[in-house]
């Protein structure tokens, strides 16, 4: 094993397959400076809430002093103008900044195992840089890279500043980040090599008093043992039993897990139990993206904060729940890593379900994350497994007409094995058997290589009764978009100006790039890391969420692999197969085809 700090370290090579997890090269013209619109903080000392008497001021209209960076983020309210908004964000900044100015005493290291990987160059080491130049990280935080490839902290910059998004005037403040870096060369399985990444912890500036926070940027097959030897020779002391703690003095330790976490509820809980041996679950930070997203957060606040939405979130009114996901781009070359999961596991058993049960939880008793998560967990167990009958699966094949890599089609990937039928498209429907949603269908929907890039939940209410409009009325719908550009509207009818009274469709629009201009959404990424930095557990996925959602999909899965179903054929940029659009009808979802927004100007 070698060493390399902003001098430089060695060896052999190795990348994580799963690269699927991050999105194709970002726009670089998407500015990423949101220091002045952004707030969050917690004590990074401790890792508890930041309990201030001026933090909870900003949470004040919450009522609480939840310590997820979200909580300190803008609260809106219908009558706040975007420049209220502004400064309460500049407000919050300039507090976070003085709870970690505070803590300089402590150092933080945040370890990046995998980081030769596609993950790390693509979206860990850009998001390091935005919480550092935006000052939200504390003042002393070191970053360590690790992995089996022969690389130096220069090969890790080179690789990753692509995706960094890096303004002119920032160049002085980036030689600053690099400068905190270093890079560790070594092993996932060898004892030694751990004992060695420890050993270079300590010699940074008070590491081995350092709170420490290690990033598993891995392919699944080596999480165990990476795992187990952080256990063994990386650790902060925090709290565990002093006999089992090898080294470190000080610092607390925190393990953020990248997903997959299994591929069954065997496998899931074999994990599990693995890392439950090791660290205690408020240690272990599993990672659902989708759960740092700006509108999948808003939903907590559009169904609890709105009184309106009360009554209409319930079986009698609600005829079907969309929950779709769809991607323009196919595998792009690495179907390889793919080819192992497939949709169902990529999307759907992780994001969409996540999504599922937000949409369909009862009010918590507060917004702490326990008691969110044990909201989300009783969705869950109330949620029978899939039948195959009420799923369709999909692959893709290339368009002939189409350009580039829309003419290929999965199968023509050469990383595929021969005749695959690993899903890249699955529509499923489930029930979730409680008194609110019983008998209501929720469609969940996703794919690769289709028409648009979106993911969005889409609640279609039931046609009005007593109907005196001649059957011109379509069905509502509130539609939460979580990407591209966010927004929240609801279709309705109104009278068509004139002098008749006809009913037109028509929308309540929030859009949030009209409605909050010029204020930045922070990525996924960033928010979920901070809070990790904070302790806030909230946005992150505990072992009893995982083990009902994959109870939901594990026998699914294992009839589709052992039986060897085959996909239904859609076309490269296409809406996927005609028998998703079939079995949404079937379950009672209605598609007029007569809606036509039309962009507002102002
Ligand atoms: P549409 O009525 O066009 O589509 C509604 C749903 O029907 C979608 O979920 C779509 O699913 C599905 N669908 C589309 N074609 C078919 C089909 N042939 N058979 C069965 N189902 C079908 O309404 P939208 O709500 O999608 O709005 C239309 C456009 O206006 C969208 O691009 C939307 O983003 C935009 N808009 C934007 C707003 C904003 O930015 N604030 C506000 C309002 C609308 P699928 O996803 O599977 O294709
Ligand atoms: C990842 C999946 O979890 O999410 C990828 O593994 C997918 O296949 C990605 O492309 C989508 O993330 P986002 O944030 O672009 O919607």
Known sequence: MGTGSSKDRSRQSTSPEDTSRVNPPPSSSDSHSYSSQLVGGANPETGEPCRSRQVHSLTAQTGHGNNTMSNYNVQTNAVSSVQKTKDQLLKGVSILKETLDSQDDVPHVFVVFGASGDLAKKKIYPTLWWLFKDGLLPRQTYFVGYARSDLTVQAVRDKSTQYMKLQDDEKDKFEEFWKMNSYVKGSYTERTDFEHLNQEINTLPKGDLAHRLFYLALPPTVFKDVSSNV?????????LEESTVSTGSGGWSRIIVEKPFGRDSESSADLSQHLSKLFREDQIYRIDHYLGKEMVQNLMVLRFGNKMFSPLWHRDHVQCVVITFKEPFGTMGRGGYFDESGIIRDVMQNH????????????????????????????????????????????????????????????????????????????????????????????????????????????????????????????????????????????????????????????????????????????????????????????????????????????????????????APYKYGSRGPQEADDLARKFGFIFSGTYKWTKPQL
Not at 394 to 415: F, I, R, S, V
Not at 455 to 466: L, N, S, T
């Open 352 to 567: 969409l379900m996540q999504i599922l049960s937000l949409v369909a939880m009862e009010k918590p008793a507060s917004t702490s994350a326990e008691d969110i998560r044990d909201e989300k967990v009783k969705v869950l167990k109330c949620m029978p497994p899939l039948e195959l009958e009420n799923v369709v699966v999909g692959q893709y094949t290339g368009d002939p007409q189409g350009e580039g890599d829309a003419k290929n089609g999965y199968l023509d990937d050469k990383t595929v094995p021969k005749g695959s039928v690993t899903p890249t498209f699955a529509s499923a429907v489930v029930f979730v058997k409680t008194e609110r949603w019983d008998g209501v269908p929720f469609i969940m929907k996703c794919g690769k290589a289709l028409n648009e890039r979106k993911a969005e939940v889409r609640i279609q209410f039931k046609d009005v009764p007593g109907d005196i409009f001649g059957g011109q009325c379509k069905r509502n719908e509130l539609v939460i978009r979580v990407q591209p550009q966010e927004a929240v509207y609801c279709k309705m009818m109104v009278k068509a100006p004139g002098m008749n009274i006809n009913p037109e469709e028509s929308e309540l629009d929030l859009s949030y790039g009209a409605r909050y201009k010029g204020v930045k959404m922070p990525d996924a990424y960033e928010r979920l890391i901070l809070d990790v930095f904070c302790g806030a557990q909230l946005h992150f996925v505990r072992s009893d969420e995982l083990r009902e959602a994959w109870r939901i999909f594990t026998p699914l899965l294992h009839k589709l692999e052992n039986e060897k179903i085959k996909p």
């Open 231 to 239: 256990r063994l020779c990386c650790m902060g002391h925090d709290g």
